[in-house]
């Protein structure tokens, strides 16, 4: 078999020819620009000399690295443009090898530490070391990654969506023979590759007897052998990042040391990493990515595209307007017609309001929440849809198919028993909006799990031993249905929106939209809605108009958010509170002249601080460092229209019934005493059930409940579950 092979690489059964040029072109990409012991004396000439140039009223010059060496006593930091700066050539060999850049980089350290003389590697001093970069290189996306980039030096951008426990990684094992105690140590590489435990000890072998140490006669000598904490996670593509219609990419990534249980599911960060592949268990390739380094992403950091000097001049040229607002609204779902109370809502939660920490460490959230209930065919979904394309970040699902864990979080269990944190769409959507179509659709218990993270917005997950909390500044935009499926006036407000009032009092804005069936509104709008249509036909010059009308309003948005934080004035809080006191005063006026229960929305301290939001969100429109009196009124005014209005509204007043509703209704109700004697009580659900099987419209029967309870023939028990007949 002499010769076999030479020169060929056996590959999926397949011969593929691989010449000596080939060969050649290999090893000149893989050869560092400079030698190894070259590349580490100018790395420890950079830790020792690099320096920052003194800044204004500041004489001495600044040796970054070799002060940090000094002074922080667990890590160093190392900016890969600094890197750049000093020298080409070592840059490029960590760009193109870190696997020889980063053990230099390391020894280079070791080497600034300790002093020639100190030889025991236990009695040295130690520095954890990580790199990042100010500047993007490379791809910035898991979705960019290619197969060139195997063995490189990346920097990824995303949101991380699963975190798994802690375990230990061999970095250094030390084997001893049973037999003869024979030592052999192997290092173990970076990364999620394994150490294989030598099979056979190197003693001496007896001629006809074989090795006298017998097979695997190695156990591990833990004392001597050293391990590495390192915990694994999965990175998610940025929301904004994905083009729409395709799934977001998702990456494991690796860290080790410090950075163990430092990012948590939610967390934006930006990893600086080593891109490399591992044998899953179908004889596959995967990549991972190796990190050596994490920014954290905040409000204002890099992941926004900068702002140019000449896109905050038109910025702030545009919220000089005189009618800002105006325009603004305007520019919120063009396409829909009407419905200005509720643009004028959408645009406040686009904007948001000042997210406050108190001096008791206490949040106070920004975030604005708006709920949208009522008839079919009144473009609630296409806000929805506006929104999610509109917000920097964002997330759209619909109730039916969403879970309470699939919005929150949850506690997974792997195979082997461990357990990990899986991340919900409220909080990979955090720093953004999430729209939640067909919100009645959920299960009551589903909705509950959203309640901590609308208003404390954090979710807090406690399960088999395992207590954790993510972060979860998201605002909430929800459309609903009445149960019956439209709005019915001869219902209460509770009835149509059978949702609890837990869960109402969360939302700032809550509209209840209603088809208006006038002729003149009817006509107005089918004219609205034939002009659409004709301009979907016309030339691309209007839709190229509207996308750069969308386009300005995203980045207005992200200006705002990032640029302005207002704060409401103290006339503006006086003005408010008293406001405040007297709707509370006349809500509590309303039940008392009329007998009736409590409101479907409860006003209190929440609703109060909703108007709050709204007005620092009308003032962050127009770049205003403070809140006035004119915005609290402007905030005002769309609270009365919206939550005030849902929880004064009830049944309609002076309903006038025709002949032929007033004989439905008749026998609605003989069918209703046929079934419940004097005296006695029935489920109301039940009662409504039997009689739809029995042929009767649901609406019809509700109507003659709401006319027997209000002539008190009948009365609720029981929470309004059980109808009694007096």
């Not at 800044?55 to 922080?72: K, M, R």
């Amino acid at each position: 078999m002499s010769g076999f092979d030479v020169g060929r690489v056996s590959a999926n059964s397949n011969w593929v020819n691989y010449t000596e040029e080939d060969r050649n072109a290999d090893a000149d990409d893989a050869r560092p620009p400079i030698g190894q012991r070259a590349a580490l004396a100018r790395l420890h000439q950079f830790l020792k000399t690099y320096a920052k140039s003194p800044e204004d009223g500041q004489s001495e010059v600044i040796f970054i690295y070799s002060d940090a060496l000094q002074t922080d006593s667990k890590r160093i930091t190392v900016d890969l443009q600094d890197v750049r700066q000093f020298d080409d050539d070592l840059y490029s060999l960590f760009r193109k090898n870190p696997g020889v850049a980063i053990p230099l980089l390391e020894a280079a350290v070791m080497k600034c530490l300790n002093p020639r003389d100190k030889k025991d590697e236990d009695m040295q001093i130690k520095r954890e070391v990580f790199l990042i970069a100010t500047e993007q290189f490379g791809p910035a996306s898991i979705r960019e990654i290619q197969s060139e980039d195997i063995s490189r030096l990346v920097m990824i951008s995303g949101v991380v969506t699963r975190s798994e426990e802690r375990q230990n990684r061999a970095a250094k094992l030390v084997f001893k023979c049973k037999a003869c105690s024979t030592v052999k140590t192997v290092i173990g590489k970076p990364g999620l590759g394994k150490i294989t435990c030598p099979k056979a000890c190197d003693s001496i072998t007896v001629e006809g007897s074989g090795n006298l140490c017998g097979r695997d006669p190695f156990f591990i000598d833990d004392r001597k052998s050293k391990f590495v904490d390192h915990q694994i996670l999965k990175l998610q593509d940025l929301a904004e990042t994905v083009s729409p219609g395709e799934p977001p990419q998702h990456c494991l990534m690796m860290v080790e040391g410090s950075l163990v249980h430092s990012i948590v599911p939610g967390s934006q960060v930006k990893v600086t990493a080593v891109y490399n592949i591992m044998k899953t268990k179908h004889e596959a390739y995967e990549g991972y990515l190796r990190v050596v380094g994490v920014q954290h992403i905040g409000k204002q950091d890099i992941r926004h595209t900068p702002f140019t000097a000449e896109e905050e001049a038109r910025f702030k040229a545009f919220a000089a307007r005189p009618e800002l607002h105006k325009r603004i609204f305007e520019l919120v779902a063009p396409s829909i017609y009407g419905h200005d109370d509720i643009k004028k809502a959408v645009a406040c939660l686009l904007f948001g309001g000042a997210r406050k920490v108190m001096p008791d460490g206490t949040a106070r959230r920004g975030d604005i929440h708006v709920l949208l209930i009522g008839d079919p065919s009144t473009a609630k979904s296409q806000f929805l849809k506006f929104a999610a394309q509109m917000a920097p970040v964002a997330a759209y699902t619909a109730g039916k198919t969403s879970s309470g864990p699939g919005l929150t979080g949850s506690l997974l269990k792997k195979p082997n028993g461990q357990f990990y944190l899986e991340a919900g769409a409220m909080v990979t959507a955090s720093g953004g909006v999430i729209c939640i179509d067909e919100f009645d659709k959920m299960q009551p218990e589903d909705r509950v799990a959203i309640h901590e993270g609308m208003e404390q917005q954090t979710i807090s997950i406690a399960k088999a031993g395992i207590t954790a909390t993510l972060k979860c500044q998201t605002s909430v935009l929800a459309a609903a249905n009445p149960p019956s499926g439209r709005y019915d006036d001869m219902v209460s407000a509770q009835q149509n929106m059978d949702l609890q009032t837990t869960i109402l009092s969360r939302f700032d804005l809550i509209f209840i939209v209603r088809d208006v069936t006038t002729r003149e509104h009817d006509k107005r709008l089918a004219r609205h809605i034939c002009h659409m249509h004709q301009q979907g036909h016309a030339s691309n010059q209007l839709a190229n108009r509207d996308e750069q009308e969308d386009a300005f309003l995203t980045r207005y948005v992200q200006y705002c958010r990032q640029h302005c934080d207002p704060r409401m004035t103290q006339e503006a809080a006086t003005y408010l509170a008293h406001e405040y006191v007297d709707i509370r005063e006349q809500v509590r006026q309303r039940i008392h002249d009329d007998s009736d229960e409590a409101p479907a929305v409860p006003i209190t301290v929440r609703q109060l601080e909703a108007v709050v939001r709204i007005s620092e969100a009308l003032a962050r429109m127009q770049l205003c460092r403070s809140a006035t009196q004119y915005h609290v009124q402007l905030a005002l005014n769309l609270f009365k229209v919206s939550t005030l209005n849902a929880a004064n509204a009830g049944m309609a007043d002076n309903v006038v019934f025709t002949e032929a509703d007033q004989t439905e209704l008749q026998h609605v109700i003989t069918e209703i005493n046929k079934r419940i004697p004097l005296g006695g009580q029935v489920s109301e659900s039940r009662l409504i059930a039997e009689l739809v099987r029995f042929g009767v419209d649901e609406r019809l029967v509700r109507r003659a409940l709401v006319f027997l309870v209000s002539s008190q023939e009948y009365e609720y028990k029981r929470a309004r579950r059980m109808l009694h007949r007096k």
